[in-house]
């Protein structure tokens, strides 16, 4: 996983390890350094990426990744998951080639058989119009497809508990966009309706609190729904995840 957590940083080396040291030592919300856990498979296994913003990490559930509907539904396929969430991520970010994260995707990691793009709720919410939406999932699309897998599946952005007329519009009209399935994706999957019951706001009761992330449960009906909607790949054995 790309693109959560932190770090103290500091000089006195009798800090190492400490999980809440004292002054002088600060918190960074970055790493000065990358982490990476290797796992290896047997060749049938697929690996599915994730790739979007904090909904992709899991923020404003119980256990951040663990939580995450990225990883519930690789689990639930047996496959490997890779999370390539990042904070405040947005497809006009991810669609840049000197991201830095596609230089350590081109020189460390393997391809995986399928990506499930997830960016675009920042850019609907900070304003971005729909042409340029449109652009910026073209060029990040070629960026996927470089680094990532031929096989694109696009997912659609769930509503925030509020938002201007205007920005519901935005978001409804790239949702429909993406049902087109723009430059060769392999599928369409909609989260709205795992989520809100009029396509218009987020259910409460899966509101983090913050109007804007998920509950773990509201995590489980995303998972939920890409499961539902995984029959594009047949010959995997399926279970469905618990919505408890």
């Given at each position: 996983?790309?693109?959560?957590g932190?770090?103290?940083?500091?000089?006195?080396?009798?800090?190492?390890?400490?999980?809440?040291?004292?002054?002088?030592?600060?918190?960074?919300?970055?790493?000065?350094?990358?982490?990476?856990l290797t796992?290896?498979?047997?060749?049938?296994?697929?690996?599915?990426?994730?790739?979007?913003?904090?909904?992709?990490?899991?923020?404003?559930?119980?256990?951040?990744?663990?939580?995450?509907?990225?990883?519930?539904?690789?689990?639930?396929?047996?496959?490997l998951?890779?999370?390539l969430?990042?904070?405040?991520?947005?497809?006009?970010?991810?669609?840049?080639?000197?991201?830095?994260?596609?230089?350590?995707?081109?020189?460390?990691?393997?391809?995986?058989?399928?990506?499930?793009?997830?960016?675009?709720?920042?850019?609907?919410?900070?304003?971005?119009?729909?042409?340029?939406?449109?652009?910026?999932?073209?060029?990040l699309?070629?960026?996927?497809?470089?680094?990532?897998?031929?096989?694109?599946?696009?997912?659609?952005?769930?509503?925030?508990?509020?938002?201007?007329?205007a920005?519901?519009?935005?978001r409804?009209?790239?949702n429909?966009?993406?049902?087109?399935?723009p430059?060769g994706?392999?599928?369409?999957l909609?989260?709205?309706r795992?989520?809100?019951?009029?396509?218009?706001?987020m259910?409460?009761?899966?509101?983090?609190?913050?109007?804007?992330?998920?509950?773990?449960?509201?995590q489980?009906?995303?998972?939920?729904?890409?499961?539902?909607?995984?029959?594009?790949?047949?010959?995997?054995?399926?279970?469905?995840?618990?919505?408890e």
């Amino acid at each position: 996983h790309m693109g959560i957590g932190g770090s103290w940083l500091g000089t006195d080396p009798s800090m190492t390890g400490r999980y809440d040291p004292p002054v002088p030592n600060s918190w960074s919300p970055n790493i000065p350094l990358d982490v990476y856990l290797t796992l290896q498979a047997p060749a049938e296994v697929p690996a599915y990426a994730y790739l979007g913003s904090s909904s992709e990490t899991g923020l404003g559930s119980n256990h951040p990744l663990r939580d995450v509907w990225g990883w519930k539904h690789a689990e639930a396929n047996g496959a490997l998951p890779v999370l390539l969430g990042h904070s405040g991520s947005t497809i006009q970010a991810w669609s840049s080639a000197s991201r830095y994260v596609w230089a350590k995707l081109a020189s460390t990691f393997d391809k995986v058989d399928a990506t499930y793009m997830a960016a675009g709720s920042n850019d609907v919410y900070l304003g971005r119009t729909l042409a340029q939406m449109k652009t910026d999932a073209t060029a990040l699309a070629q960026l996927i497809r470089l680094h990532l897998s031929t096989s694109i599946i696009n997912v659609n952005v769930f509503p925030r508990r509020t938002a201007s007329a205007a920005i519901r519009a935005v978001r409804k009209a790239w949702n429909g966009y993406l049902n087109t399935m723009p430059d060769g994706a392999s599928g369409a999957l909609d989260r709205v309706r795992a989520v809100s019951t009029d396509a218009e706001l987020m259910r409460p009761e899966l509101d983090s609190g913050d109007g804007t992330h998920l509950t773990t449960q509201g995590q489980t009906f995303l998972a939920a729904a890409a499961v539902a909607f995984a029959v594009l790949q047949p010959n995997l054995n399926r279970y469905t995840v618990s919505e408890e």
